[in-house]
């Protein structure tokens, strides 16, 4: 199988052949018409190098044009510390998984999973955080369910078949909206789902990034109304400063000022709502948080950090 998913990936031959063919049928004459514009080309490049190398700066095309270089002769220098907000590449499900993420072929996805008397339900992988301690980074696996989720998303019909063959589902605490990504991507599954399990008498919770509003590009709380009976939003920080450069949301420091006042809503509109820190960031941080949580009027959780899974 892996040898198979090699041949998948491997690019096929045609790309290439196309262009020997094509360099085939090229004629002596576009050939020496095209060297000297090689040899200049080359010649820009070096003499680019070269003035690089003595502060310069200028691209081949600034030196054709006999320009000042963008930014001036000595432009900033990119920090290399600054790492590049790779949301792009995790809204497609690319930079998550761990290493394991291609291996035990033929498992299924996780759509619903068990864990402490509860139901968990696994809507995405997709978020608009990039957090440094998120446990998607370095496995596709939580205590043995594939939370990667290879096969896409599930429609809500497939997550409630699921939660159908677990049986009585009256066993479980609460039904969990929590996987590894973002379950407000989801809403229109999270709320065929939450109406589904509050038909069979289960509470429901949301844990989420607070970021829902700005992912959907409306205010959500109104549906999260009747639907939701307790939402957990993880503050993860005190202040935008200190959150963004953990949780690295798409949105910038906007990401955490969006989370604060969903939770605000929340409140406002009669919704269940606490926010959620763990308890390894620190006393101090710890309290920050709380006064951060009165200030908006909701309760803070300090829950223990897990190590293993
Ligand atoms: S918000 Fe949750 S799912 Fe998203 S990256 Fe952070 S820990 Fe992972």
Redesign the pocket.
């Known amino acids: 199988m892996k040898n198979g998913k090699n041949n998948e990936f491997r690019p096929t031959g045609g790309g290439s052949a196309g262009k020997n063919a094509a360099a085939g049928r090229e004629t002596r004459e576009n050939r020496e018409n095209r060297e000297p514009r090689e040899r200049r080309e080359n010649r820009e490049i070096r003499e680019a190098r070269e003035n690089r190398e003595t502060h310069e700066n200028r691209t081949p095309r600034e030196m054709r044009e006999n320009r000042e270089p963008r930014g001036g002769k000595n432009p900033p220098q990119k920090d290399s510390r600054v790492r590049k907000n790779t949301f792009v590449e995790r809204d497609k499900n690319k930079n998550g998984g761990g290493r394991d993420k291609n291996n035990a072929d033929g498992r299924k996805d996780t759509y619903v999973y068990v864990l402490d008397g509860n139901l968990y339900i696994n809507l995405t992988n997709k978020?608009s955080?990039?957090?440094s301690?998120?446990v998607?980074n370095e496995r596709a696996s939580y205590y043995g369910n594939y939370l990667w989720l290879r096969h896409g998303d599930p429609t809500a019909e497939k997550v409630i078949a699921a939660i159908g063959g677990l049986g009585d589902i009256k066993r479980f605490k609460e039904a969990v909206f929590c996987g590894?990504?973002?379950p407000t991507y989801k809403m229109a599954e999270l709320a065929a789902v939450a109406d589904w399990v509050h038909a069979q008498g289960l509470p429901t919770r949301l844990n989420t990034?607070g970021q829902g509003n700005l992912i959907n590009k409306r205010d959500i709380v109104p549906e999260l109304k009747g639907r939701i009976d307790l939402v957990n939003v993880?503050l993860n920080a005190s202040s935008a400063e200190k959150y963004q450069p953990i949780?690295r949301s798409m949105f910038g420091e906007n990401g955490f000022a969006a989370m604060i006042e969903f939770a605000r809503l929340c409140k406002r509109n009669g919704v269940n709502c606490r926010f959620s820190v763990v308890d390894c960031i620190g006393e101090e941080e710890v309290a920050a948080c709380k006064r951060l949580a009165e200030g908006v009027g909701v309760p803070l959780y300090v829950r223990k950090y897990i190590t293993d899974s």
């Open positions: 978020c955080n990039g957090c301690f998120c998607r590894f990504g973002e990034n993880s949780c």
